[in-house]
């Protein structure tokens, strides 16, 4: 079977740095994605990795190592409202997306 | 509007009787799914429509029937509401597959069927 495993809580200090970790198992890999999604709102999007190593987007970096079926994401310098759920999804050899339950990242002053 | 509108928001519907949820994009995008998220599970796609015309079951299909009649409407309708389907439906929509680019999501549309 398909899996997105993805601890399912998280507590982090504001200022702080955080490392959310994703392990999968898929039928084929053609890309990670992370979405960001703010309690009762949409998931928006974050970043997208096919090939090995890290991705930086300002505060925010997605490393992946296709060899381990392993991703993570990094936030640095985190703020209150960075207090949300991360999802991590992967595309299978079918281009389907296979998603994760998500991680709740809590952000204490 | 701008990106992805679903209706209503919110609703609390009796067993068995038919609902549909509407979704309307104005990005052209080709791509649309719903999907329904529930506590402790990740999205599961319930259909998808690469084009217009054009339909697909995705993961829990079950319940539930899709339209696509031009690009930018994707109707979801539960013909005839269950309890089990208690839950927060997203419609999203993407330029490309779902796999190889970005998902726009709409803000999401609570069911409750009692």
């Known amino acids: 079977g398909q899996n997105i495993d993805q601890p399912t809580e998280m507590t982090a200090t504001e200022g702080a740095i955080v490392q959310i970790n994703c392990t999968y198992q898929?039928?084929?890999?053609?890309?990670l994605f992370w979405y960001q999604q703010h309690a009762g709102e949409a998931p928006t999007f974050l970043s997208y990795n096919v090939l090995d190593g890290l991705e930086e987007k300002g505060r925010f970096s997605s490393f992946l190592s296709r060899s381990k079926g392993y991703s993570y994401l990094l936030l640095k310098e985190l703020q209150m409202k960075d207090s949300a759920s991360y999802l991590c999804?992967?595309?299978?050899?079918?281009?389907?997306?296979?998603w994760g339950a998500g991680t709740k990242l809590i952000i204490k002053p | 509007i701008a990106g992805i509108t679903q209706a209503p928001t919110s609703q609390i519907l009796a067993a068995g009787r038919r609902m549909t949820l509407r979704c309307t994009q104005d990005?052209?995008?080709?791509?649309m799914y719903w999907y329904r998220q529930d506590l402790g599970l990740g999205l599961r796609l319930i259909h998808y429509?690469?084009?217009?015309?054009?339909?697909g079951k995705g993961e829990v299909p079950d319940g539930y029937s899709v339209s696509r009649a031009n690009t930018d409407d994707f109707p979801l309708t539960l013909a005839s509401a269950v309890p089990s389907q208690t839950s927060v439906y997203f419609c999203a929509s993407s330029g490309g597959g779902a796999g190889t680019g970005e998902l726009f999501f709409g803000e999401g549309s609570r069911l409750t069927v009692l």
């Open positions: 898929t039928s084929g890999f053609n890309g």
């Open positions: 990005m052209r995008h080709n791509a």
């Open positions: 429509s690469n084009t217009a015309g054009t339909t």
């Open positions: 999804a992967v595309t299978d050899s079918n281009y389907q997306l296979i």
